[in-house]
C-alpha cells in the first residue's frame, strides 16, 4: 500500500486527476481521494511550519540586533536604500536594493509631521 501512496502522490503531482489515477492503478476513487487529500493537508502543515520557523528565526535575529544598534542608527547608517514618504517617515526601499532581513521597514517619523505637497498661493485683491 506504500508504494501506491507513493505512486498515487507522483501520479497526482504530474497532473493526473483522481479518477484518472483510479483507473491506472485499478483502486477506488474514494481510497484515491482521501490519500491526495492527506497528501495536501500534510503539505499545508509543512507550509505553516516553515512559516513559523521563518517568523521566530526573524524575531530573535532582530532582537539581538537590537541590543547592540537601534533601528533608527541602522537607517541613518544607510540612508540610500531608504525612501521619504509624505509623511516624513523612511521607508525601506526594497525594490531597487538588495537588503538582508534584519533591516527596519519602516522608521516612524518622530516629530508627527505631515508634508503637504499642494501649495496654495494667495493672490492679493
Known amino acids: 500500500m506504500i508504494h501506491d501512496k507513493n505512486r498515487i502522490i507522483r501520479l497526482y503531482l504530474d497532473g493526473y486527476k483522481a479518477c484518472d489515477i483510479a483507473r491506472i492503478i485499478n483502486e477506488k476513487p474514494r481510497t484515491v481521494q482521501r490519500i491526495i487529500r492527506e497528501f495536501k493537508l500534510m503539505q499545508d502543515e509543512r507550509q505553516n511550519e516553515i512559516f513559523e520557523n521563518v517568523h521566530k528565526k526573524n524575531k530573535a535575529l532582530k532582537?539581538?540586533?537590537n541590543k547592540f544598534i537601534s533601528d533608527?542608527?541602522?537607517?541613518?547608517?544607510?540612508?540610500?536604500?531608504?525612501?521619504?514618504?509624505m509623511k516624513g517617515d523612511w521607508v525601506l526601499d526594497v525594490e531597487n536594493n538588495c537588503v538582508p532581513l534584519d533591516m527596519p521597514m519602516i522608521?516612524?517619523?518622530?516629530?508627527?509631521?505631515?508634508?503637504?505637497k499642494t501649495f496654495i498661493r494667495k493672490v492679493p485683491c
Request: aromatic share 8%.
Open 63 to 65: 532582537k539581538e540586533n
Open 72 to 85: 533608527t542608527e541602522v537607517a541613518r547608517h544607510n540612508k540610500s536604500v531608504y525612501k521619504v514618504n
Open 107 to 116: 522608521i516612524k517619523n518622530n516629530e508627527k509631521r505631515e508634508y503637504d
